[in-house]
């Protein structure tokens, strides 16, 4: 049998780990490129998010051995629409420009953190329990309907835990691009 004073050590060491566990931030990776995410052809890429979390959203550039030829890399702009819009496969309005990948011979890279808030006027926000829809098009296309090039990326941050008023999936909460609390569009 352990001692007393052995316990409350035990006990505390394993709620500093569960409180590290469920509160730490995760950064996640997505390389806009089919070749090494596949995903983003067809319906899309579907990555959760929380609160807090950063992703990484990073351009195809020649740099990326193995990836791509010289002078294949694939120049095109991402687009924040609406989930009509995701899945009818379309960009209807094209100020809604999120980030311009367009520099193949150099890394390019837009790092998100994932806030409800933020100190910038030119900073995302994001929302809990909602989702948003990214098309991306080459820039030699014009976007009527989803070519052979076309990617799409949903992104989904997770409902706020222990709020009652937001118990329902996130998938009930898509975002809305006419509302300036919901719009996460920034020009890169």
């Known amino acids: 049998?352990?001692?007393?004073?052995?316990?409350?050590?035990?006990?505390?060491?394993?709620?500093?780990?569960?409180?590290?566990?469920?509160?730490?931030?995760?950064?996640?990776?997505?390389?806009?490129?089919?070749?090494?995410?596949?995903?983003?052809?067809g319906d899309g890429l579907v990555k959760h998010?929380?609160?807090?979390?950063?992703?990484?959203?990073?351009?195809?550039?020649?740099?990326?051995?193995?990836t791509v030829k010289p002078n294949a890399t694939s120049?095109?702009?991402?687009?924040?629409?609406?989930?009509?819009?995701?899945?009818h496969c379309r960009v209807q309005d094209n100020k809604r420009l999120f980030f311009k990948c367009d520099r193949p011979d150099q890394e390019n890279k837009l790092t998100l953190k994932m806030q409800t808030f933020s100190p910038s006027p030119f900073g995302f926000k994001f929302n809990y329990c909602h989702n948003y829809y990214y098309i991306a098009v080459p820039r030699r296309v014009n976007m009527t309907s989803c070519g052979k090039e076309t990617t799409r990326f949903k992104l989904s941050v997770a409902c706020k835990k222990n709020d009652h008023d937001h118990d329902q999936e996130s998938d009930n909460h898509d975002n809305n691009n006419d509302d300036d609390d919901d719009n996460n569009t920034r020009h890169r």
């Open 1 to 41: 049998m352990y001692p007393a004073s052995r316990v409350v050590e035990m006990i505390f060491v394993y709620s500093v780990l569960l409180l590290l566990k469920c509160c730490a931030s995760e950064r996640h990776s997505l390389f806009w490129n089919p070749l090494i995410t596949p995903e983003l052809l």
């Open 75 to 87: 120049v095109f702009d991402i687009y924040n629409v609406t989930s009509e819009e995701f899945d």
């Open 49 to 66: 998010v929380k609160i807090g979390d950063f992703l990484d959203i990073m351009c195809p550039h020649t740099g990326l051995t193995g």
